[in-house]
């Protein structure tokens, strides 16, 4: 891969400190603030759809059959994205759990790095990219 000579020093300073493998605590940080960043975002979702619940107490009082009919439906999909909320907020908690542990973030099946973009996208993602399009392949 081709640098730009301008952005050489500090591209290429983070790039071979993330690979070269001699630090791997700056890694895990990298890691780790991704997925903190993710569970904040994921924090605010789950309010929010609390809020939009109603969980805050708010009375409603006076409505017709109809707007309890339309409520209770929304209600069921805001229900059915807390739900995914919660599965993913979990996935996060677990990811930091093996980070802590010293065993995320490695290709279970050719033990290379996964990007950590992925990570933050896929806190379960135990593959590459490579080798998660092998298995689906097969
Ligand atoms: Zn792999």
């Not at 400190?17 to 990298?30: F, H, I, P, Y």
């Not at 279970?108 to 990007?115: L, T």
């Amino acid at each position: 891969m081709l640098v730009e000579p301008e952005s050489r020093t500090t591209a290429v300073a983070s790039h071979v400190a993330s690979t070269s493998g001699e630090d791997g605590g700056d890694r895990n940080k990298r890691i780790r603030e991704a997925l903190l960043a993710r569970r904040t975002e994921l924090l605010g979702e789950r309010a929010g759809t609390l809020t939009e619940l109603g969980f805050h107490g708010g009375g409603d009082a006076g409505e017709d059959a109809a707007d309890l009919g339309s409520r209770a439906l929304a209600r069921e999909h805001e229900l059915a994205l807390l739900s995914a909320i919660q599965t993913r907020l979990d996935q996060v908690d677990r990811a930091l759990e093996r980070l802590a542990s010293g065993r995320y973030g490695w290709c279970e099946w050719c033990s290379e790095e996964i990007p950590v973009a992925r990570l933050a996208a896929f806190p379960a993602a135990t593959q590459c990219v490579r080798c998660k399009q092998l298995e689906e392949r097969r």
